[in-house]
């Protein structure tokens, strides 16, 4: 990592540190006790350039590389993970899509207003029925005249009903055919596109998750992302990058998890000593201290080689798998280190534990995730 | 509207401070500098005002290069331009030359700074370059308003509040709530790298002052928590302990 990088990464944390404290510190448990999804807050974010992090100045966005991209990411899903969570939804995923495979038309269109979060972006993959097995999907597209007809649901979707741009993967060929898939930015008010209902979810309660539904949605071609039948393919590559993200959310969480329980064990008395000088929990502490720098080493391993344009499926894949499993334990630990209180809402242990879990299953769960590494290993 | 800022780097406010060398030196190892926080105040201060009527601000740092990245954060916040006095900063006496010289080069309406460093809290600079350069200084300065060729400044007195009307060129002190800290945002992050960032020579300054030693406050004693029920012990501990009741 260079000085400037280095350099960049410190200005930015505590410019995150600055804002953290004024704008999610104070309101996070509301929005996890109410599920409001606060899309002020995002208008905010985008005032500072955290909602276009990877898009290059001249369509409006900050221009960064990925290192601080993920440093981002951690940074904020350390306050709050669900933040973290569609923060990088917006960016790695939709934003990420139109920046990768629009043409200059359709960037110069719809990034400089995802950028700067005047509009938030949504993603569409998953079905109710193909969750793992995205190949299968049932939403069809078909051509007619110069314009594409979408049917079909897509599910857990963040910003399914407060976005305003969504790239939609749909089918356009046979079933099973991974080339037979096409993606299409939809925009709020298109006749036949609506979000369907909103998740109640364990955690990540702030952010949105809803179905997207279509019913004879007429979408013009030009909103066509790249060629016909490269859809899947394309949204492969954009997992890649989506699990660095993960992986990066998954470190967040973990690291605010410690942070908490160390700062707990000292502060907390049992046998008139602070808890932390027992070695049960200082070796605890040590446990959760050194997989988080294995995460977080992995995570910008796999970061680095995004950076220089590499293929990374495979230490992607390791990142996101580790990293979100190493938020579950670590959380797990945090909360046990609390005892009593760590169950309780008055400490934000639980709150991480809640979060944590959706880690190792957002953006491919930790068993695909190893199919995945599995493959590129034997292959 | 020509501004001069003038920044100092300060440790972070929770770094933990010790001394070295029989205590007569602070012990720099392991501590992260940030910008004086009053020093905040004024340059966010400067580029509200630059917002709000054009104009420009350079900011000036005496220091080591070590402190680049503070000064490239200032650039990040806001302004246009940065000079470094490439010198280890002895006394206040030292610093305000260095500022004076550099003021003198150019010509600003205002040079504002924080009303003190909260490292060693010496509140003198502003004073001096005043003096050094025959101009009103005024700290310390809570609000700041602009009208025409002259500006308008409260200050905190004892009970109240007092405006005081200045002309250009002036020298302030700040503090809050002259103006809410700035945070950098992305796009300044990436701009601050092209502005223009100038480092030169000190001039000569015979020291005034010699730092003797240092020493740390005498320890907090331990917090005594006493059981809600247990009145009559909180009392005993007030009268025989405390001895405040």
Redesign the interface.
Known sequence: MTD?VN??I???T??IR??GSKEIIPHYRTWDDTQEFPIQLFKKLG????MG?LVP?DYNG???GYLEYINIIEEIAKLDGSIGLSLAAHNSLCTNHILMFGNEYQKQKWLPSLATATKIGAWGLTEPNTGSDAGNMKTTAIKDGSNWILNGTKNFITHGSSGEIAVVIARSGEPGDSHGMTAFVLEKGMDGFRAGRKEDKLGMRASETTELIFEDCRVPDSNRLGEVGEGFIQALKILDGGRVSIAALSVGIAQGAFEAATKYAQERHQFNKPIATFQGVSFKLADMATKIEAARLLTLNAAELKMKGVKMTKESAMAKYYASEVAVEVANDAVQIHGGYGYTKDFPVEKYYRDAKLCTIGEGTSEIQKLVIAKSILN | MNILVCITCVPDTTSKIAFVDNNTKFDQSGVQYILGPYDNNALSRAVELKEASGGKIKVLHVGGPENDPVIRKALAIGADEAIRVNAQPKDAYFVAKQIAHIAQQDQYDMILMGRESIDYNGGQVHGMVGELLGMPSISPAMLLEVEGNQAKIAREIEGGKEWLSVEFPFVAGCQEPIAEWRTPNMRGIMAAKSKPFQVVDPVDVSEKINSVSFELPAQKAGCKLVDADQVDELVRLLKEDAKVL
């Open positions: 400037q350099e960049n410190q200005m930015i505590e410019t600055d804002f005032e500072l350039g955290l992090v100045q900050s221009g960064l």
